[in-house]
């Protein structure tokens, strides 16, 4: 039966480098991700506010649907 040796310092210092970059990557693509959908729900919001205005102007009927209340993904047509 072999023996467990332990792990010398620099084992452990490069074993804890990587762990550290993973999670770095890991926060960094996480924070990404959330700043795309917070400005995809912003440039939606902007959108709308703009049609439906625009629809109110013009006296139009609209139809306004909205898919996805997190990124505000949205249908829009007027009759």
């Known amino acids: 039966m072999g023996a467990i040796f332990p792990m010398n310092p620099i084992s452990q210092l490069l ?3 990587i ?3 993973l999670l770095l990557v890991f926060v960094v693509h996480l924070a990404a991700i959330v700043v795309m959908v917070l400005m995809q ?3 939606h919001t902007e959108e ?3 049609l439906v205005s625009g629809a109110v102007a013009r006296d139009e009927n609209y ?3 909205i898919h996805n209340k997190l990124t505000k993904s949205y249908s829009f047509k007027t009759e």
């Open 48 to 50: 709308i506010n703009l």
């Open 19 to 21: 762990k550290l970059a």
């Open 63 to 65: 139809e306004l649907v």
């Open 15 to 17: 074993d804890n480098n």
């Open 41 to 43: 729900h912003h440039f």
